[in-house]
Protein backbone atom coordinates (compact mmCIF):
# COMPACT_ATOMS: atom_id res chain seq x y z
CA UNK A 1 0.00 0.00 0.00
CA UNK A 2 1.76 3.66 -0.88
CA UNK A 3 1.76 6.61 0.73
CA UNK A 4 -1.05 8.04 -1.06
CA UNK A 5 -3.53 5.37 -0.79
CA UNK A 6 -2.89 5.52 3.28
CA UNK A 7 -3.21 9.22 2.99
CA UNK A 8 -6.72 8.98 0.70
CA UNK A 9 -7.86 6.56 3.18
CA UNK A 10 -6.68 8.56 6.40
CA UNK A 11 -8.77 11.62 4.72
CA UNK A 12 -12.22 9.40 4.24
CA UNK A 13 -12.19 8.31 7.89
CA UNK A 14 -11.79 11.84 8.98
CA UNK A 15 -13.81 13.14 6.57
CA UNK A 16 -16.51 10.28 8.07
CA UNK A 17 -15.96 11.32 11.28
CA UNK A 18 -16.11 14.80 10.74
CA UNK A 19 -19.80 14.24 9.34
CA UNK A 20 -20.96 12.22 11.76
CA UNK A 21 -19.84 14.88 14.62
CA UNK A 22 -20.74 18.25 12.87
CA UNK A 23 -24.24 18.14 13.83
CA UNK A 24 -23.54 17.30 17.31
CA UNK A 25 -20.95 19.80 17.23
CA UNK A 26 -23.57 22.30 15.38
CA UNK A 27 -25.95 21.76 18.07
CA UNK A 28 -23.45 22.04 21.16
CA UNK A 29 -22.29 25.42 19.39
CA UNK A 30 -26.02 26.82 19.19
CA UNK A 31 -26.26 26.13 22.88
CA UNK A 32 -23.61 28.37 23.58
CA UNK A 33 -25.28 31.30 21.55
CA UNK A 34 -28.00 30.84 23.44
CA UNK A 35 -25.43 30.58 26.42
CA UNK A 36 -24.36 33.84 25.60
CA UNK A 37 -27.75 35.38 25.06
CA UNK A 38 -28.92 33.83 28.41
CA UNK A 39 -25.78 36.37 29.95
CA UNK A 40 -26.73 39.42 27.84
CA UNK A 41 -30.32 39.09 29.36
CA UNK A 42 -29.62 38.32 32.61
CA UNK A 43 -26.69 41.06 33.26
CA UNK A 44 -29.88 43.43 31.19
CA UNK A 45 -32.26 42.26 34.43
CA UNK A 46 -29.70 42.18 36.97
CA UNK A 47 -29.11 45.94 36.06
CA UNK A 48 -32.89 47.02 35.50
CA UNK A 49 -33.88 44.99 39.00
CA UNK A 50 -30.77 47.47 40.77
CA UNK A 51 -32.11 50.66 39.36
CA UNK A 52 -36.02 50.31 39.30
CA UNK A 53 -36.42 48.26 42.00
CA UNK A 54 -33.30 48.43 44.05
CA UNK A 55 -33.12 45.04 44.46
CA UNK A 56 -30.33 43.07 42.04
CA UNK A 57 -30.56 39.27 41.46
CA UNK A 58 -28.49 38.16 43.98
CA UNK A 59 -26.99 35.47 41.80
CA UNK A 60 -26.26 36.95 38.76
CA UNK A 61 -22.08 36.99 38.79
CA UNK A 62 -22.25 33.34 39.97
CA UNK A 63 -24.94 32.47 36.81
CA UNK A 64 -23.02 34.45 34.51
CA UNK A 65 -19.70 32.59 35.15
CA UNK A 66 -21.39 29.83 34.59
CA UNK A 67 -22.65 30.28 31.46
CA UNK A 68 -19.15 32.05 30.14
CA UNK A 69 -17.74 28.60 30.78
CA UNK A 70 -20.38 26.71 29.26
CA UNK A 71 -20.51 28.90 26.38
CA UNK A 72 -16.66 28.00 26.14
CA UNK A 73 -16.78 24.63 26.56
CA UNK A 74 -19.72 24.34 24.01
CA UNK A 75 -18.32 25.59 20.94
CA UNK A 76 -14.60 24.66 21.74
CA UNK A 77 -15.23 20.85 19.46
CA UNK A 78 -16.97 22.76 16.83
CA UNK A 79 -13.92 25.68 16.72
CA UNK A 80 -11.56 22.78 16.90
CA UNK A 81 -13.13 20.98 13.82
CA UNK A 82 -13.33 23.46 11.49
CA UNK A 83 -10.00 25.18 12.76
CA UNK A 84 -11.74 28.66 12.98
CA UNK A 85 -9.98 29.27 16.06
CA UNK A 86 -6.25 31.48 16.47
CA UNK A 87 -3.61 29.76 14.48
CA UNK A 88 -0.62 31.49 13.23
CA UNK A 89 0.39 30.20 9.91
CA UNK A 90 2.95 32.47 8.73
CA UNK A 91 5.63 29.31 9.03
CA UNK A 92 3.52 27.08 7.69
CA UNK A 93 1.91 29.04 4.73
CA UNK A 94 5.63 29.45 4.24
CA UNK A 95 6.43 25.39 3.69
CA UNK A 96 5.86 22.88 1.27
CA UNK A 97 3.04 20.77 1.03
CA UNK A 98 4.41 18.02 2.46
CA UNK A 99 6.36 19.88 5.36
CA UNK A 100 2.87 21.43 6.03
CA UNK A 101 1.01 18.55 6.46
CA UNK A 102 3.66 17.04 8.87
CA UNK A 103 3.45 20.45 10.82
CA UNK A 104 -0.85 19.65 10.82
CA UNK A 105 -0.34 16.27 12.30
CA UNK A 106 2.35 17.50 15.08
CA UNK A 107 -0.09 20.16 16.34
CA UNK A 108 -3.03 17.59 15.97
CA UNK A 109 -1.38 15.62 18.70
CA UNK A 110 0.25 18.35 20.83
CA UNK A 111 -3.69 19.67 21.03
CA UNK A 112 -4.89 15.77 21.57
CA UNK A 113 -2.25 15.34 24.15
CA UNK A 114 -3.99 18.63 26.16
CA UNK A 115 -7.32 17.81 25.93
CA UNK A 116 -6.66 14.50 27.28
CA UNK A 117 -4.24 16.09 30.05
CA UNK A 118 -6.74 18.60 30.63
CA UNK A 119 -9.39 15.67 31.12
CA UNK A 120 -7.41 13.50 33.14
CA UNK A 121 -7.50 16.30 35.39
CA UNK A 122 -10.77 17.19 35.11
CA UNK A 123 -12.44 13.88 36.17
CA UNK A 124 -11.30 13.77 39.37
CA UNK A 125 -13.12 17.49 40.00
CA UNK A 126 -16.49 16.25 38.29
CA UNK A 127 -16.18 13.68 40.60
CA UNK A 128 -15.55 15.28 44.11
CA UNK A 129 -18.50 18.06 42.91
CA UNK A 130 -20.90 15.07 41.92
CA UNK A 131 -20.53 12.48 45.41
CA UNK A 132 -20.49 15.95 47.76
CA UNK A 133 -23.69 17.58 45.77
CA UNK A 134 -21.40 21.40 45.71
CA UNK A 135 -23.64 24.21 45.25
CA UNK A 136 -22.93 27.70 44.23
CA UNK A 137 -22.57 29.77 47.57
CA UNK A 138 -25.39 32.23 46.95
CA UNK A 139 -27.50 30.67 44.14
CA UNK A 140 -27.34 27.36 45.26
CA UNK A 141 -27.00 25.92 41.70
CA UNK A 142 -25.81 22.40 41.81
CA UNK A 143 -22.31 22.57 40.31
CA UNK A 144 -21.24 19.08 38.64
CA UNK A 145 -23.97 19.51 35.60
CA UNK A 146 -22.16 22.58 34.34
CA UNK A 147 -18.71 20.94 35.31
CA UNK A 148 -19.60 18.03 33.03
CA UNK A 149 -18.97 20.04 30.36
CA UNK A 150 -15.60 19.84 30.85
CA UNK A 151 -14.76 16.59 30.02
CA UNK A 152 -17.62 16.20 26.99
CA UNK A 153 -16.12 19.30 25.57
CA UNK A 154 -12.28 17.88 26.27
CA UNK A 155 -13.40 14.25 24.59
CA UNK A 156 -14.98 15.73 21.84
CA UNK A 157 -12.13 18.18 20.88
CA UNK A 158 -9.97 15.16 21.02
CA UNK A 159 -12.04 13.78 18.59
CA UNK A 160 -12.13 16.69 16.18
CA UNK A 161 -8.27 17.01 16.65
CA UNK A 162 -7.48 13.46 15.57
CA UNK A 163 -10.19 13.81 12.45
CA UNK A 164 -8.33 17.47 11.55
CA UNK A 165 -5.52 16.38 12.48
CA UNK A 166 -4.40 14.99 9.09
CA UNK A 167 -5.79 17.60 6.28
CA UNK A 168 -4.70 17.14 2.29
CA UNK A 169 -3.67 20.89 2.40
CA UNK A 170 -1.68 21.16 5.71
CA UNK A 171 -3.87 22.84 7.48
CA UNK A 172 -4.67 25.50 5.60
CA UNK A 173 -7.89 26.38 4.08
CA UNK A 174 -8.15 27.36 0.85
CA UNK A 175 -8.47 31.44 0.19
CA UNK A 176 -5.52 31.43 3.11
CA UNK A 177 -2.18 31.96 2.15
Given at each position: ??????????LETANRIEKLLAP??????????????????????????????????????????????????LALPLATLRAEHVRVLVL??????????????????????????????????????????????????????????????????????????????????????
Amino acid sequence: MGDREIECRRLETANRIEKLLAPVFVAMAVLAALAGGAIVVLIGASVTMRYFAFAPFRFTEELVGLLMTAAFFLALPLATLRAEHVRVLVLVSALPDRAARSISILAALFGTAFCLWFLALCLPWLEFAFDRNIKTEVGRLLMYPWMALLPLSMALSMVAFLAGGAPGNGGRKTGQP
